[in-house]
T-cell receptor
Framework: ELKVEQNPLFLSMQEGKNYTIYCNYSTTSDRLYWYRQDPGKSLESLFVLLSNGAVKQEGRLMASLDTKARLSTLHITAAVHDLSATYFCAVDFWRDDKIIFGKGTRLHILP | DGGITQSPKYLFRKEGQNVTLSCEQNLNHDAMYWYRQDPGQGLRLIYYSQIVNDFQKGDIAEGYSVSREKKESFPLTVTSAQKNPTAFYLC?????????????FGDGTRLSIL
């Protein structure tokens, strides 16, 4: 069965702290996407990870992909309130012709 | 600017009624998708289309129908057979169904039952 699991599903953290969101998936893939969604809004693409060991950074966010462990991480450095949103990972199980989204991690950053 | 336009933003359905959600893109993308999002849930695929005049069922296609008569347009009809239609519906497109580019999403349509 194709599965994508994110954890935690909800995260409340203080400004200035660091934290990591995890995205585990069930079978082999080397294509993974991270999106951000603000309440009531659409999804915005953050990162595209296309190979084992891929690392992408944009501002206070850094994403990585370990295809052997079937794990991607989204690391937040020195969080600021503007990063409050829901973050989704999506895995392209291209051998099965399916893209599966995780349930999302709702991030709430306290001032 | 290129993008995806969904309309309407809010839609109300009466019992027994079919309603159609519009999705138009001017990105010249071949692939288009419809997702349903319920509170606290991820996105679930309803239908997708890789090329004009062709589409495939996703994981939750029952009670929905689509058409792809033009490359730019991929309307979704929520039929009366869909007994629990209240959700946020997102349309997306991508260059190809298996490219190395992320999907681009519209702003969504929120559907409720009257």
């Amino acid at each position: 069965e194709l599965k994508v699991e994110q954890n935690p599903l909800f995260l409340s953290m203080q400004e200035g702290k660091n934290y990591t969101i995890y995205c585990n998936y069930s079978t082999t893939s080397d294509r993974l996407y991270w999106y951000r969604q603000d309440p009531g809004k659409s999804l915005e693409s953050l990162f595209v990870l296309l190979s084992n060991g891929a690392v992408k950074q944009e501002g206070r966010l850094m994403a990585s992909l370990d295809t052997k462990a079937r794990l991607s991480t989204l690391h937040i450095t020195a969080a600021v309130h503007d990063l409050s949103a829901t973050y989704f990972c999506a895995v392209d199980f291209w051998r099965d012709d399916k893209i599966i989204f995780g349930k999302g991690t709702r991030l709430h950053i306290l001032p | 600017d290129g993008g995806i336009t969904q309309s309407p933003k809010y839609l109300f359905r009466k019992e027994g009624q079919n309603v159609t959600l519009s999705c138009e893109q001017n990105l010249n993308h071949d692939a288009m998708y419809w997702y349903r999002q319920d509170p606290g849930q991820g996105l679930r695929l309803i239908y997708y289309s890789q090329i004009v005049n062709d589409f495939q069922k996703g994981d939750i296609a029952e009670g929905y129908s689509v058409s792809r008569e033009k490359k730019e347009s991929f309307p979704l009809t929520v039929t009366s057979a869909q007994k629990n239609p209240t959700a946020f519906y997102l349309c997306a497109s991508s260059i190809g169904s298996r490219g190395n580019q992320p999907q681009h999403f519209g702003d969504g349509t929120r559907l409720s039952i009257l």
